[in-house]
């Protein structure tokens, strides 16, 4: 167990529709990262916060944004979901903003149908 | 960014010893060199990192060659939960994103 929790495990959805994944770091971590994996693309990084500011992008569509709450957990939100969203999508955090390993969630898997 | 390359798969028996090597001949100065794991149906989990010297830790060995071009990572004794896709990653701290290339698919024999 990593100590990051994320919800949903699941998540089935339609095109179009919009859905919200939540995560929660380690005690004490800072800095979340959202990551993506999908059968064709691997494991990519999105986005980066540290203590409630974004920090670094990465292969993040415009219709997908996130945030940091002050009491460090974080949302991700996919907006007119496409069948090709369907992917696990990990969390992980770390205690800094960088220079320290990364622990991640046991991620949530969406489906577009 | 500096690219690894690794072996698509490897093969080991159980209780002996694996070496995961790793290419990345551009690797810069500043460039740690991470190790992470995926068992199946998980999130990745750190294993190991270095920077010049070898590493030793719970779960493995690190070993950097003195060019620092190339990196192997030692389990010394594979265990069947070391079944798992291992990647090599390079990072130069500027950032703590992490980029997964492909990675090393160790399947462990009973």
């Known amino acids: 167990d990593s100590g990051v929790t994320q919800t949903p495990k699941h998540l089935i959805t339609a095109t179009g529709q919009r859905v919200t994944l939540r995560c929660s770091p380690r005690?004490?971590?800072?800095?979340v990262y959202w990551y993506q994996q999908s059968l064709d693309q691997g494991l990519q990084f999105l986005i980066q916060?540290?203590?409630?500011?974004?920090?670094a992008k990465g292969n993040i569509l415009e219709r997908f944004s996130a945030q940091q709450f002050p009491d460090l957990h974080s949302e991700l939100n996919l907006s007119s979901l496409e069948l090709g969203d369907s992917a696990l999508y990990f969390c992980?955090?770390?205690?800094?903003?960088?220079?320290?390993?990364?622990?991640f969630g046991p991620g949530t898997r969406l489906t577009v149908l | 960014d500096a690219k690894t390359t690794q072996p698509n798969s490897m093969e080991s028996n159980e209780e002996e010893p694996v070496h995961l090597p790793c290419n990345h001949s551009?690797?810069?100065?500043?460039?740690?060199i991470h190790w992470y794991r995926q068992l199946p149906s998980q999130g990745p989990e750190y294993v190991i990192h270095?920077?010049?010297s070898n590493v030793n830790n719970r779960m493995a060995s690190l070993a950097i060659a003195e060019d620092r071009k190339s990196s192997t990572l030692i389990l010394h004794r594979a265990t069947l939960r070391d079944a798992a896709v291992y990647y090599c990653?390079?990072?130069?701290?500027?950032?703590?994103?992490?980029?997964f290339g492909g990675g090393t698919r160790l399947m462990v024999k009973p």
């Open positions: 992980a955090s770390s205690a800094e903003l960088w220079g320290s390993e990364q622990f």
């Open positions: 005690s004490g971590d800072l800095s």
């Open positions: 916060y540290y203590n409630g500011e974004e920090r």
């Open positions: 551009t690797i810069s100065g500043t460039d740690y």
């Open positions: 270095g920077l010049t």
């Open positions: 990653i390079l990072n130069n701290n500027a950032g703590n994103m992490l980029t």
